[in-house]
T-cell receptor, first 113, second 114 residues
């Protein structure tokens, strides 16, 4: 079946530290991959995406590369800010008669000054 | 503001109550979704409507009943819920566009069942 596994949080970092949040997936075929972010009290927002192998998605200093050989889509940022504190969700898109987005459990990130 | 509005933001109900969650999108999208978000669990896809027709029902108990009267509105009718149904219920919409499909989420309804 199709599933997404993320590293368990919370991840606690100091400001300007390097961030990695691991994500691996299981899927039939070649899904598109996404990272969504949920700030406190809000719904999810798309952060970045990649639609095929070796694509790199990037936005707001965050990056993730679609690695087919390791079925991974790890999220990275070189220097985190307090404002990056949120819950991050990895997701894959299953296409068929209609599209369906399957999410991981989410990883909470807390950045301290 | 994502263009997807959910009401109410918070809801407390007893197990014998009947209530409804409402979702409205002003983005011209043709697909709408209900997700359930519980602590430390993946978001659970509950229902999908495409062009106002229900296309997925992920074995959701019958105490949850969706309704999509038109492409802009989606409801989730609740009755005789259980305490384990307490969660954040998220509505989303999208314009289906192949591998680049992007979902727009509302802020959710935080439901507590007593």
């Amino acid at each position: 079946g199709n599933s997404v596994t993320q590293m368990e949080g919370p991840v606690t970092l100091s400001e300007e530290a390097f961030l990695t949040i691991n994500c691996t997936y299981t899927a039939t075929g070649y899904p598109s991959l996404f990272w969504y972010v949920q700030y406190p009290g809000e719904g999810l927002q798309l952060l970045l995406k990649a639609t095929k192998a070796d694509d790199k998605g990037s936005n707001k200093g965050f990056e993730a590369t679609y690695r087919k050989e390791t079925t991974s889509f790890h999220l990275e940022k070189g220097s985190v800010q307090v404002s990056d504190s949120a819950v991050y969700f990895c997701a894959l898109l299953v296409s068929g008669g209609y599209n369906k987005l399957i999410f991981g459990a989410g990883t909470r990130l807390a950045v301290h000054p | 503001e994502t263009g997807v509005t959910q009401t109410p933001r918070h809801l407390v109900m007893g197990m014998t109550n009947k209530k409804s969650l409402k979702c409205e999108q002003h983005l011209g999208h043709n697909a709408m979704y209900w997700y359930k978000q519980s602590a430390k669990k993946p978001l659970e896809l509950m229902f999908v409507y495409s062009l106002e027709e229900r296309v997925e029902n992920n074995s959701v108990p019958s105490r949850f009943s969706p309704e999509c009267p038109n492409s802009s509105h989606l409801f989730l009718h609740l009755h005789t819920l259980q305490p384990e149904d307490s969660a954040l219920y998220l509505c989303a919409s999208s314009q289906e566009q192949g591998r680049n499909e992007k979902l727009f989420f509302g802020s959710g309804t935080q439901l507590s069942v007593l």
